[in-house]
């Protein structure tokens, strides 16, 4: 059974950079026929997909957040990471990472494996 | 990017009900559209992908339909356990969007 497990600060100051790892077990981040990716949601609202990273390391963003984040991926620790740097406080949130299933048809996929979050709050 | 919207945003409804939601897309998405129950405090759960396919382990009273922009899930016989938020999600293009979510309430 995957398991995706996200870590990192529950806190940041406005204007740092947040950053988060997911931690994936019971599965290879290294699989093809998978991409991974963050996706938050602020208190109350809804889902906003952030970006993606496949093993090889290609990655892309939403445009909206294009500026700020930075995805890697690190294979040997079955790992991979997120940065958003300026935050403010509409970047708090609740922070999910997700594997997402696209077979021979990437990007077009679905999120199967789900961590349960992680809250990120911004304030000084 | 490729709005989703959903319909209702909300909705009570009583256990036994047979329950339907829409989510229609902005432009065509072909069947690149998928479904995911939400509780309070937990992380989505997929229940259909590929606008009708049912996912492992997901009971049969939930069904998905559509294709292009015009989409549904229906709950044919609601439960006391799936009083939750529905979101949609379309994968055609990237951005990956979601709906804004449908909240379904016990009556």
């Known amino acids: 059974q995957v398991q995706l497990q996200e870590s990192g600060p529950g806190l940041v100051k406005p204007s740092e950079t947040l950053s988060l790892t997911c931690t994936v077990s019971g599965g290879s981040i290294s699989s093809g026929s998978y991409y991974w990716s963050w996706i938050r949601q602020p208190a109350g609202k809804g889902l906003e997909w952030i970006g993606r990273?496949?093993?090889?390391?290609?990655?892309n963003y939403n445009p909206s957040l294009r500026s700020r984040v930075t995805i890697s991926v690190d294979t040997s620790k079955n790992q991979f990471s997120l940065k958003l740097s300026s935050v403010t406080a509409a970047d708090a949130a609740v922070y999910y990472c997700a594997r997402a299933y696209c077979g021979g048809d990437c990007p077009r996929g679905y999120f199967d494996y789900w961590g349960q979050g992680t809250l990120v709050t911004v304030s000084s | 990017d490729i709005q989703m919207t959903q319909s209702p945003s909300s909705l009570s409804a009583s256990v036994g009900d047979r329950v339907t939601i829409t989510c229609r897309a902005s432009?065509?998405?072909?069947?690149?559209l998928n479904w995911y129950q939400q509780k309070s405090g937990k992380a989505p759960k997929l229940l259909i992908y590929?606008?009708?396919s049912l996912q492992s382990g997901v009971p049969l009273r939930f069904s998905g339909n559509g294709s292009g922009t015009d989409f549904t899930l229906t709950i044919s016989s609601l439960q006391p356990e799936d009083f939750a938020t529905y979101y949609c999600q379309q994968s055609y293009s990237t951005p990956s969007t979601f709906g804004q979510g449908t909240k379904l309430e016990i009556k």
């Open positions: 990273i496949y093993s090889s390391g290609t990655t």
């Open positions: 590929a606008a009708s």
């Open positions: 432009q065509s998405i072909n069947s690149y």
